[in-house]
């Protein structure tokens, strides 16, 4: 058993118990930093909430061990607010990811909403549109143009089918 009321013996316990806390200062910076790398990654940072746990334990366990030695704390600081950040980051994917699933169903019905309304207005388009048509029989040839009155259109139609031919400007006969 050694013998505490040597100098020596004393300050050799205290050299043993400094590099200890430094060891998990080393310890929880270093795996500050890798947390704050992996927090920083899209997709990849909600693993880091792990990594960052850890090194926030580590930090305060060396923290609490510096305190009852009066050891350097800096490394244990330092692994404490890096790895605190980096935990922030890393959670803060978490509610980022959501929002995005969140709307995108709002961004689905929008992108629809957007597509009905160009189908609407190329339908309207179409049946506004002015059409000329022209057939041929032999040395007849009959050329129906229609307006963009859609009434118009409708009854020409159907004194065509009936087999009238109506005396207007939109159905030409030619010989």
Do not use: Y
């Amino acid at each position: 058993m050694e013998d505490l009321s040597n100098p020596t013996a004393q300050n050799n316990q205290q050299n043993t118990e400094k590099p200890a806390n430094q060891t998990l200062g080393i310890a929880a910076l270093i795996t500050a930093i890798i947390t704050f790398v992996m927090a920083v990654i899209p997709c990849i940072g909600v693993i880091a909430i792990i990594p960052g746990i850890i090194a926030i334990v580590l930090a305060a366990v060396g923290l609490s061990q510096a305190s009852r030695n009066d050891s350097p704390r800096g490394l244990l600081l330092a692994g404490m607010i890096i790895g605190v950040v980096a935990s922030l980051l890393a959670f803060s994917q978490i509610f980022f990811t959501g929002r995005i699933i969140s709307h995108s169903d709002r961004w689905g019905r929008e992108i629809q909403n957007v597509v009905k309304d160009v189908r609407k207005d190329v339908l309207k388009d179409l049946e506004d549109a002015n059409i000329s048509i022209k057939v041929q029989n032999g040395d007849e040839e009959v050329e129906i143009t229609t307006s963009i009155d859609r009434k118009d259109r409708e009854q020409t139609l159907e004194e065509l089918e009936k087999g009238n031919v109506p005396a207007n400007d939109s159905l030409d006969k030619k010989k």
